[in-house]
């Protein structure tokens, strides 16, 4: 931890470095201080357009929301909406969370849901990449079962920027995508 980040949290308690306020029901906004020039202590992973908080990072931002009576928590894997009310790619954003000293972040907590579908010879019709700490990430719907799926409206779309954790129930490294996704 560089020097600054010790003087910051060593002059102000948790509960005065962190507030969380919900704006519905899965968007949480984290308002935090930190060393200006700094990621604060938390971790970030991002492709394209998506950033995501992977780990809390800080002891105590951790210790702080797990101390939380309820929700809303700030959780590993909540994708950034927004940086000070600005949203815009991952890396503009990234850029105007390490500037700030005082910084809000609009995050979205991550949806979990399973999926099945029969391929019947047809394309997924999904552009993914292997992104470490995210997993397979979807980068365009394209033509085939998804496109279909989405428009029967059945269930959660699957959109760009979903990540995916297993196929056919088998979790895989986020380095190495299975024959299945393609």
């Known amino acids: 931890m560089p020097a600054d980040e010790t003087a910051l949290s060593l002059l102000e308690p948790p509960a005065k470095r962190f507030a969380v306020t919900a704006r519905s029901d899965n968007v949480i906004e984290l308002t935090m201080v930190k060393a200006k020039g700094t990621h604060g202590g938390v971790n970030f992973s991002h492709v394209e357009d998506l950033l995501v908080l992977h780990d809390l990072g800080v002891e105590e931002l951790y210790e702080w929301n797990n101390r939380l009576p309820a929700e809303p928590v700030v959780r590993a894997m909540d994708r ?21 000293e005082e910084v809000k972040l ?12 029969k391929r019947n010879g047809q394309p997924l019709g999904l552009e993914v990449q292997a992104v470490e700490n995210l997993g397979v990430v979807i980068l365009n719907v394209k033509e085939g079962i998804m496109e279909d799926y989405n428009k ?24 190495r995508p299975k024959e299945g996704t393609k």
């Open 80 to 100: 950034v909406l927004a940086v000070n009310d600005e949203s815009g790619r991952a890396e503009e954003m990234l850029a105007k969370f390490v500037e700030g």
């Open 152 to 175: 029967t409206g059945a269930g959660t779309a699957i959109e760009a920027y979903s990540c995916i954790y297993a196929v056919d129930g088998k979790e895989y490294s986020s380095r």
């Open 106 to 117: 609009t995050l979205q907590h991550a949806r979990h849901f399973s999926l099945n579908l």
